[in-house]
């Protein structure tokens, strides 16, 4: 039995910023060579198509994609724009006018990518063989595409690249219809209502999740991949929501983030540990220099004259000493005295302290800077724990945000019965398809 492949499509304009997409970054080498995650030996084995406005598909190698597309662009909406521009300035709205560049750049009006993708990077199958089924799946496509609604859906390139890590192809288009003037223009909504192409639940109001494009790109996506299946590929069709991926985005920056928090808060622990140590080897340090200053006070106090009277020895008459020598001084004389052994007795401790002291604390030069740099760290830490916190919460309301959005459309399309009609309108366009392709 063949292994299940996924397929992909993915239809866009622009980026997430508003800017439109790059039609070189598909087709000129020069400006691929400016992309790192390119591998440059292979570019030139990329394939080129340009879909011609007499309606040729010519096979080319690397091009200016802007300068081709904008020439599409002219032959399609010129005289419809320039027309357009006329009634403008008779109706005294100059500033209304467009050139043909600013529709080809406008967010509305630009070509339409879609990226069409077999398999993956974990795809066991040859490269060649991939690509081979791609491109003819892909070019069946759209054939069927431009036999179906080839008045109003114009191909303008496709590109293959075969230089990055999986193969795919880029589809250039775009949406044309009539005005009431009968010029051509470039108009999405009403190129899918002249294509028959109508929003899932025609019953209920066009909004983001009920919108021809969603038809339009879940047609071509069960087609390419009933086309790929042809080729031989058993294709896995298990959509997934696409708020899921989003919210595994947003799991993912949250773990992170709480583990950074995490490893934040253990540097705050041990920075307010090394600066508890810190202050007290210091204050420890201070006492002690309280110690010698108050002796240094005492010692800067004037000399004393003492008054002492001599008093030898007194023997008995055997010749026994039974009072030895002594010395008689006031009682003022001996609290000075007293007081001043008791300051040498502290000032020999202190001394011997602050020996011991001074070769534990005066290995660093100055423990005052150390104290300021570890609350310097603390304090940063701090800071960024707060702001990461402030961007947990902030990636926590927009994944709640998100998983609610996605109920609420679950909800809305089980209440209206709008999948089963989908359903029903895809077997519809299938066997519609079916039926003109025989």
């Known amino acids: 039995m063949a292994k299940m ?33 390119i591998d440059h030996e292979r570019t030139a084995e990329n394939i080129h198509f340009q879909f011609t406005n007499d309606g040729q598909i010519i096979r080319c190698g690397s091009f200016d994609a ?6 599409r662009y002219e032959h399609l909406y010129g005289a419809g724009q320039r027309a357009k521009n006329e ?32 398999g993956n990077r974990d795809t066991d199958i040859d490269p060649q063989e991939r690509m081979r089924k791609l491109a003819a799946a892909t070019f069946q496509l759209i054939d069927n595409m431009r036999q179906r609604w080839g008045d ?37 909504s009403k190129a899918f209502a002249a294509m028959g192409i109508e929003r899932p639940d025609p019953t209920a109001k066009e909004g983001k999740y009920n919108c021809p494009l969603m038809t339009f790109s879940e047609v071509i996506r069960q087609e390419f991949y009933d086309l790929c299946e042809q080729q031989g590929v058993v294709i896995d069709r298990e959509v997934k929501n696409p708020s899921q991926k989003h919210l595994s985005v947003l799991e993912y920056k949250c773990q992170q983030l ?30 002690q220099n309280s110690v010698s200053r108050t002796i240094q006070e005492a010692l800067k106090q004037p000399d004393r004259s003492i008054q002492a009277e001599y008093l030898p020895a007194r023997k008995n008459l055997a010749g026994k000493v039974v009072e030895a020598e002594a010395v008689k001084i006031s009682r003022a004389d001996y609290d000075w005295l007293r007081e001043r052994a ?21 290995a660093e030069v100055d423990r005052n800077a150390r104290v300021q740099a570890a609350e310097q760290r603390a304090e940063q830490a701090e800071r960024q724990t707060r702001a990461d916190a402030i961007a947990i919460k ?32 895809l077997e519809q366009q299938r066997q519609h398809t079916h039926h003109r392709t025989r």
């Not at 529709?103 to 993708?117: L, N």
């Not at 020999?348 to 302290?353: E, Q, S, T, V």
């Open 152 to 188: 109003n859906f114009h191909i303008l390139d496709i590109s293959i690249h075969l230089d990055e890590s999986v193969i795919h192809a880029h589809i250039r288009s775009t949406f044309s219809a009539t005005d009431t003037f009968g010029y051509q223009v470039p108009n999405q």
């Open 394 to 425: 902030d990636l926590t309301r927009r994944a709640e945000r998100a998983e609610a959005q996605a109920q609420e459309q679950e909800q809305f399309m089980r209440r209206q019965g709008i999948w089963q009609r989908f359903v029903q309108f």
């Open 342 to 362: 008791t300051l040498t007795t502290a000032i020999r401790n202190a001394w011997d302290k602050l020996q011991q002291y001074g070769r534990q604390l005066w």
């Open 87 to 118: 009634r403008y300035i008779l109706d005294g709205h100059p500033e209304r006018c467009k050139t043909i560049e600013d529709i080809y750049t406008s967010k509305r009006t630009a070509p339409m990518e879609t990226i069409v993708q077999l």
């Open 66 to 71: 802007k300068a081709f597309e904008l020439e």
């Open 5 to 37: 492949m996924k397929a992909t499509i993915r239809n866009g304009r622009a980026t997430a910023s508003g800017k439109v997409y790059n039609a070189n970054h598909n087709t000129r080498a020069a400006t691929r060579a400016m992309e790192n995650h």
């Open 258 to 287: 709480e583990t950074v928090t995490a490893q934040q808060t253990q540097a705050i622990e041990a920075a307010k540990a090394e600066i508890e140590e810190v202050r007290a080897e210091r204050d420890t340090l201070r006492d």
